[in-house]
């Protein structure tokens, strides 16, 4: 987690194109690691067809360039999404809520955050559900129906979704709490948690990469 | 009829005259939930708390576990008392180590992704040691039998199985009572047959285990006490010898389901099945308002689950479609309202070819969970949205709509959101949007799932409705009592493959009961 504000830091920082390849390079070879070639692969691929996107854009007339733009914004962002998507695929809740606690933060702060992670991938599916449902209805989405009625589109997916995460936060508050999540005692966890090398390598790596892109951005280094 | 009282001190749970009353935000209180509810549990005993949806059994089992009134506002009168504590004194977190509970939805219960994470949950919450915690999880797993299922991804599991974690879940905390709210609701027969297996085992172990339930059967042999709830107060407490003699009219007038599932019958029908106002049965294959053939679908590049599926279902019919997990048929029901494009086989509606794009509106699916398909900010809203697409906007829709209000028994419900409505509420309005859309063919999957006797009554009435209407209407199901209450025939799927379809009679009841996983 620590990396991925480091990553903000730095694609931010500065403009240089250098530093941001530097993150994009560091993030995949953290995914590699971590076992998941074809996802590192494809997010570095992602970065790959934004940044030629950009170049183009910029390239060619003043039009494109605020399309341009907001692709660069993208393009600096994803470092940080492939970072997370990273934490998202081989971080277990359990092991998430130990770290967090061990850091300090407060059982709150951590407890939202463990639901976050958990929540992730079954979002994916409720909106899956709830664009069968619109099709059932006969106002399935399409380019057409967006343009023309926007808002209703929105209201179409996002209430039943609201509505079905709100039910289902409320059941898993109930579980977890009847399971003493609320216990005044610290957490132990089932697997065993330590800063490995590995880990101590990758966090030196992007703190570096942060102290040199805010220095390139403060006019520090040329 | 009361069973004998337990011996106080050797009690597991008691409550002495309790009253509740839940609290909106304000601090308003809503009618009594429970009015004076008084009732020892044993140690070691299995209880069954039953009764129509709103009679408090829920809430009888949130005090239970503390979840009332610790995670629920609202005025709380009489005590709880668990192992000889007072409740109120334990608070949820002092209950967590002492009772176990688990809930109805096996989609929302988990708070890990894995199930090994999940079974360490509850020791990890309470600080155990590392070794130790290691050590229960391996012994809770061993103890239910369902140590194949550790390390496993827990959205690969099916629902009998995500129960049995989260029994284990609450089984390492080592827990003497266990409450259970309605474990069944989602799970088909062979895992209802797991899970019963599983509380015996429990009852092996010597624990209390107190079940909330509609679905009776799974408990007989089990359940050493029955406890009727309505309104709020215990109506009957039976010991499991005296309920086994009920006749099952008797449990029926009650509101509650059979406790012999050969004992299901239709309320007021002939119990063949076949309804002597409808028309000639027998009709020939052309008049099938929906038919398929050699169908063949699957998921991403997974092999085919639909392989060669073939069938006909006619207009003016209620045709169940049983079979196991994984035989294909919600593959099936979302190919055929076109929501999911087939790989080959060609799909006809009332004779005419119709493509997959074609089919969706035409087929309507009414999902499992129909919170999904309701997008309107008031039930008459949605309603009019509905007929609004067969008759254009305006007059026309808005009487379509009210009327359909009353057919349904949905008119007291007009301005209320459908997100608030209970489980058969919406299943009701769905049925209804459905209609109004002008939907030939009905598709529903597992529309009583968690519903009490009456909801799936009501459930029966609508669908008969509709069918008298002209309509064919296909459900998926498992529930063996409403197939025999609303059923006309049954279809079996197997293997991707519908195998059997055949008019639902007596003579082929214990067949049916077969296919669903009974022992006929």
Same mark, same amino acid.
């Given at each position: 987690m620590i990396c991925i504000l480091l990553i903000s830091l730095s694609t931010f920082a500065s403009a240089s194109v250098a530093v941001e390849l530097a993150a994009v390079g560091g993030c995949a070879l953290a995914g590699i690691w971590c076992g998941r070639l074809s996802s590192a692969l494809r997010w570095a691929a992602v970065w790959a067809v934004l940044f030629v996107l950009c170049w183009l854009c910029a390239h060619s007339g003043v039009v494109l360039m605020a399309v341009g733009a907001s692709f660069a914004m993208v393009r600096r962002m994803l470092c940080a999404f492939m970072m997370a998507a990273n934490m998202v695929g081989t971080t277990r809740t359990g092991e998430l809520a130990y770290s967090l606690q061990r850091l300090g933060l407060p059982k709150r702060v951590s407890a939202a955050l463990c639901v976050m992670l958990r929540f992730a991938p079954t979002l994916g599916q409720e909106f899956g559900a709830v664009l069968d449902a619109m099709k059932v209805r006969g106002i399935a989405l399409s380019p057409a129906r967006v343009l023309r009625h926007p808002v209703q589109v929105i209201e179409n997916l996002l209430v039943p979704v609201v509505g079905r995460v709100g039910i289902v936060a409320d059941e898993l508050a109930n579980a977890a709490a009847v399971r003493?999540?609320?216990?005044?005692n610290r957490r132990t966890s089932y697997y065993e948690l330590r800063i490995g090398v590995v880990d101590a390598l990758l966090l030196v790596y992007f703190v570096a990469l942060a102290g040199v892109s805010v220095a390139l951005g403060a006019g520090v280094l040329a | 009829m009361t069973a004998p009282q337990a011996p106080r001190d050797g009690a597991a749970v008691e409550f002495h005259g309790v009253a509740f009353s839940y609290a909106d935000a304000e601090g308003n209180l809503f009618e009594?939930?429970?009015k004076g509810v008084s009732l020892s549990v044993a140690r070691g005993q299995c209880v069954v708390v039953t009764g129509c949806s709103g009679c408090g059994k829920t809430t009888l089992m949130r005090l239970v576990n503390g979840l009332v009134p610790q995670a629920y506002d609202g005025e709380l009168s009489g005590t709880v008392c668990v192992l000889g504590q007072d409740a109120a004194d334990l608070g949820i977190e002092g209950l967590s180590l002492r009772v176990g509970s688990v809930f109805q939805n096996p989609r929302s219960q988990?708070?890990?992704?894995d199930t090994t994470s999940e079974i360490a949950f509850g020791c990890e919450n309470a600080g155990l040691p590392h070794d130790e915690i290691r050590l229960r999880v391996r012994s809770a797993a061993a103890d239910l039998g369902?140590?194949?299922?550790?390390?496993?991804?827990?959205?690969? *599991?099916s629902g009998g199985q995500r129960q049995m974690v989260a029994i284990a879940s609450v089984h390492a905390l080592g827990p003497e009572v266990f409450a259970l709210d309605e474990?069944?609701?989602?799970?088909d027969v062979a895992s209802m047959r797991t899970l019963a297996h599983l509380v015996r085992r429990l009852k092996e172990l010597g624990r209390t285990v107190i079940v909330s339930e509609h679905?009776?059967?799974?408990l007989r042999g089990i359940a050493d006490r029955v406890v009727h709830m309505e309104d709020g107060r215990i109506a009957h407490d039976w010991a499991a010898a005296e309920f086994e003699r009920l006749p099952v009219r008797e449990l029926h007038r009650m509101g509650l389901r059979a406790w012999r599932i050969e004992d299901a019958c239709a309320e007021g029908a002939p119990t063949d099945g076949q309804d002597p106002s409808l028309p000639c049965p027998v009709r020939a294959v052309s008049a099938a308002a929906l038919s398929f053939s050699n169908l063949r679908a699957g998921y991403r590049?997974?092999?085919?689950?639909?392989?060669g599926a073939a069938g006909a279902f006619a207009s003016r019919r209620i045709a169940a479609l049983v079979g196991g997990n994984g035989a294909g048929k919600s593959t099936l029901a979302r190919c055929l309202a076109g929501l999911h494009r087939e790989r080959a086989g060609q799909v006809a509606l009332e004779g005419r070819s119709a493509p997959c794009r074609k089919r969706a509106g035409q087929v309507f699916l009414v999902m499992q969970e129909p919170g999904y398909q309701l997008f309107a900010h008031t039930a008459a809203c949605e309603l009019e949205a509905a007929a609004a697409r067969r008759l254009g906007r305006g007059e026309a829709a808005r009487a379509a709509a009210g009327e359909a209000l009353d057919r349904f028994g949905l008119a007291h419900l007009a301005?209320?959101?459908?997100?608030? *409505?209970s489980g058969g509420e919406r299943q009701r309005l769905a049925i209804a949007a459905g209609v109004l859309q002008g939907a030939r063919v009905l598709v529903l999957d597992?529309?009583?799932?968690?519903?009490d006797f009456g909801n799936m009554q009501a459930v029966a009435r609508e669908l008969s409705r509709v069918r008298d209407d002209g309509t064919c209407v296909a459900v998926i199901t498992h529930d063996y009592e409403f197939i025999v209450a609303a059923c006309d025939e049954v279809a079996v799927m197997a293997g991707g493959r519908v195998s059997v379809q055949e008019p639902l009679a007596r003579a082929n009841l214990p067949a049916v009961r077969r296919t669903l996983g009974f022992d006929g």
């Amino acid at each position: 987690m620590i990396c991925i504000l480091l990553i903000s830091l730095s694609t931010f920082a500065s403009a240089s194109v250098a530093v941001e390849l530097a993150a994009v390079g560091g993030c995949a070879l953290a995914g590699i690691w971590c076992g998941r070639l074809s996802s590192a692969l494809r997010w570095a691929a992602v970065w790959a067809v934004l940044f030629v996107l950009c170049w183009l854009c910029a390239h060619s007339g003043v039009v494109l360039m605020a399309v341009g733009a907001s692709f660069a914004m993208v393009r600096r962002m994803l470092c940080a999404f492939m970072m997370a998507a990273n934490m998202v695929g081989t971080t277990r809740t359990g092991e998430l809520a130990y770290s967090l606690q061990r850091l300090g933060l407060p059982k709150r702060v951590s407890a939202a955050l463990c639901v976050m992670l958990r929540f992730a991938p079954t979002l994916g599916q409720e909106f899956g559900a709830v664009l069968d449902a619109m099709k059932v209805r006969g106002i399935a989405l399409s380019p057409a129906r967006v343009l023309r009625h926007p808002v209703q589109v929105i209201e179409n997916l996002l209430v039943p979704v609201v509505g079905r995460v709100g039910i289902v936060a409320d059941e898993l508050a109930n579980a977890a709490a009847v399971r003493g999540i609320d216990a005044p005692n610290r957490r132990t966890s089932y697997y065993e948690l330590r800063i490995g090398v590995v880990d101590a390598l990758l966090l030196v790596y992007f703190v570096a990469l942060a102290g040199v892109s805010v220095a390139l951005g403060a006019g520090v280094l040329a | 009829m009361t069973a004998p009282q337990a011996p106080r001190d050797g009690a597991a749970v008691e409550f002495h005259g309790v009253a509740f009353s839940y609290a909106d935000a304000e601090g308003n209180l809503f009618e009594p939930v429970l009015k004076g509810v008084s009732l020892s549990v044993a140690r070691g005993q299995c209880v069954v708390v039953t009764g129509c949806s709103g009679c408090g059994k829920t809430t009888l089992m949130r005090l239970v576990n503390g979840l009332v009134p610790q995670a629920y506002d609202g005025e709380l009168s009489g005590t709880v008392c668990v192992l000889g504590q007072d409740a109120a004194d334990l608070g949820i977190e002092g209950l967590s180590l002492r009772v176990g509970s688990v809930f109805q939805n096996p989609r929302s219960q988990f708070f890990n992704l894995d199930t090994t994470s999940e079974i360490a949950f509850g020791c990890e919450n309470a600080g155990l040691p590392h070794d130790e915690i290691r050590l229960r999880v391996r012994s809770a797993a061993a103890d239910l039998g369902i140590s194949h299922l550790l390390d496993r991804d827990i959205r690969e *599991l099916s629902g009998g199985q995500r129960q049995m974690v989260a029994i284990a879940s609450v089984h390492a905390l080592g827990p003497e009572v266990f409450a259970l709210d309605e474990p069944t609701a989602a799970l088909d027969v062979a895992s209802m047959r797991t899970l019963a297996h599983l509380v015996r085992r429990l009852k092996e172990l010597g624990r209390t285990v107190i079940v909330s339930e509609h679905r009776l059967w799974w408990l007989r042999g089990i359940a050493d006490r029955v406890v009727h709830m309505e309104d709020g107060r215990i109506a009957h407490d039976w010991a499991a010898a005296e309920f086994e003699r009920l006749p099952v009219r008797e449990l029926h007038r009650m509101g509650l389901r059979a406790w012999r599932i050969e004992d299901a019958c239709a309320e007021g029908a002939p119990t063949d099945g076949q309804d002597p106002s409808l028309p000639c049965p027998v009709r020939a294959v052309s008049a099938a308002a929906l038919s398929f053939s050699n169908l063949r679908a699957g998921y991403r590049r997974g092999d085919d689950v639909l392989r060669g599926a073939a069938g006909a279902f006619a207009s003016r019919r209620i045709a169940a479609l049983v079979g196991g997990n994984g035989a294909g048929k919600s593959t099936l029901a979302r190919c055929l309202a076109g929501l999911h494009r087939e790989r080959a086989g060609q799909v006809a509606l009332e004779g005419r070819s119709a493509p997959c794009r074609k089919r969706a509106g035409q087929v309507f699916l009414v999902m499992q969970e129909p919170g999904y398909q309701l997008f309107a900010h008031t039930a008459a809203c949605e309603l009019e949205a509905a007929a609004a697409r067969r008759l254009g906007r305006g007059e026309a829709a808005r009487a379509a709509a009210g009327e359909a209000l009353d057919r349904f028994g949905l008119a007291h419900l007009a301005e209320r959101h459908p997100l608030s *409505l209970s489980g058969g509420e919406r299943q009701r309005l769905a049925i209804a949007a459905g209609v109004l859309q002008g939907a030939r063919v009905l598709v529903l999957d597992e529309p009583t799932s968690g519903l009490d006797f009456g909801n799936m009554q009501a459930v029966a009435r609508e669908l008969s409705r509709v069918r008298d209407d002209g309509t064919c209407v296909a459900v998926i199901t498992h529930d063996y009592e409403f197939i025999v209450a609303a059923c006309d025939e049954v279809a079996v799927m197997a293997g991707g493959r519908v195998s059997v379809q055949e008019p639902l009679a007596r003579a082929n009841l214990p067949a049916v009961r077969r296919t669903l996983g009974f022992d006929g």
